[in-house]
């Protein structure tokens, strides 16, 4: 159910502009990345929080259970995710938190006006300025940081590169 | 709360993830060489250094572990809620209310586990 003065088309409309760079440029890129990353460590979060409470028991369990009864909960909960269908989600969530971290730290630079570059005239028939030279290499920076996250991390968990 | 109160709160609750989350990460992915996979090492039960459980029982990890639940649920929450404030087109209170649930109730029982696990011998 939306809220008043809010149609289902007009955020339809809205989702399709945000998630849909076009012809746009790297900045627009960025902006869709950093919204898309954020969203699915975000929920992945909320599942990580609710799946490390099944160690000590589950949701029901609120004081110190048994030594053994915490052992056994664990290993069935190991047992349930240790497969390569949740190595390879959770090598994509480390490519998305590195994305986000590095794409991060690029956007709180350039809110306090850090690394912006000097300001320049529009020149006729050409296209608008977008990122500057050190925006751009931050850019380039979080997606090779997040292509060496998601190879580290399926090794970590598969031993995908080593005998 | 203003949008650019809320704004210097996702920043900071960001760097708070940046140093706790190194942590973490530093725990799982960098405490063995590397024979073995990590289930076979942090993340095992017990019986090795930095596997799961030491790491809750030692308290400058466990306080760490606290701070990171605490960072990222708020920047989660404000972040998810700064994306439907886009997508709708203005702020809404049934979306910040339903969000502020979501972020109350994981740090309640994310708290939970940390003080169980931190406790359990």
Known sequence: MLARGVSRSSVIQSLKVMLIPGRYGLERWSYVLQRVSGVVVSLYFIAHVLETGNFVGGITVWSVPDYSFAERAYEETVKLLKNPIFDAGLAVVGFLVALHTINGIRLVLAHFGFSLGRPRRPEPFSPPPSFSSKQRALFWLSISLAVFALLYTLDSLMKVFRP | ?121
């Open chain 2, 1 to 121: 709360m203003r949008e650019r109160d809320l704004m210097l709160l996702h920043y900071i609750t960001g760097i708070g993830i940046l140093v706790f989350g190194s942590i973490h990460v530093a725990t799982i992915f960098f405490t063995y060489p590397f024979q073995d996979t990590i289930w076979e090492t942090t993340l095992r039960f017990d019986s090795i250094p930095y596997a799961v459980l030491p790491v809750y029982r030692n308290a400058l990890l466990a306080a760490s572990l606290f701070g990171l639940l605490l960072c990222t649920t708020v920047h989660a929450m404000n972040g998810l809620r700064s994306i439907i404030t886009e997508l709708v087109g203005a702020r809404k209170r049934w979306v910040e209310a339903l969000l502020f649930a979501v972020g109350v109730f994981l740090l309640v029982y994310g708290t939970r586990t940390i003080l169980i696990a931190h406790s359990l011998v």
